[in-house]
Nanobody, 123 residues
Framework: VPLVESGGGSVQAGGSLRLSCAVS????????LGWFRQAPGKAPEGVALISSDGTRMYADSVKGRFTISLDSAKNTVYLQMNSLKPEDTGTYYC??????????????????WGQGTQVTVSS
């Protein structure tokens, strides 16, 4: 299942970026789509998820700053990132849970992954 991210870039601290992920082939009745990030030398971290029933979950580190949304008509999931901090720097990945959504931000709960897009926040 192809997932293709776009929208990464370089911004100064306090700035904003919006990431997009085009999703193909997700015809499951229930699923989760999530955003993850990985900084150099660190393990992947779950950032946010949205389920097919509209449930949203966020990592504590991004609550109040990031917003995940889903445009079903466009088969696209977005991550609006505001008030960016240098520690938000990393490669951001979009992922899909397949036919089972367990409402979990752990990477192991996701079977389909995009190629990633780089986000760099400078101080």
């Amino acid at each position: 299942v192809p997932l293709v991210e776009s929208g990464g870039g370089s911004v100064q601290a306090g700035g904003s970026l919006r990431l997009s992920c085009a999703v193909s082939g997700y015809t499951y009745s229930r699923y989760c789509l999530g955003w993850f990030r990985q900084a150099p030398g660190k393990a992947p971290e779950g950032v946010a998820l949205i389920s097919s029933d509209g449930t949203r979950m966020y990592a504590d580190s991004v609550k109040g700053r990031f917003t995940i949304s889903l445009d079903s008509a466009k088969n696209t999931v977005y991550l609006q990132m505001n008030s960016l901090k240098p520690e938000d720097t990393g490669t951001y990945y979009c992922a899909g849970s397949g036919a089972v959504c367990v409402y979990d931000l752990a990477p192991r709960a996701y079977s389909d992954w995009g190629q990633g897009t780089q986000v760099t926040v400078s101080s």
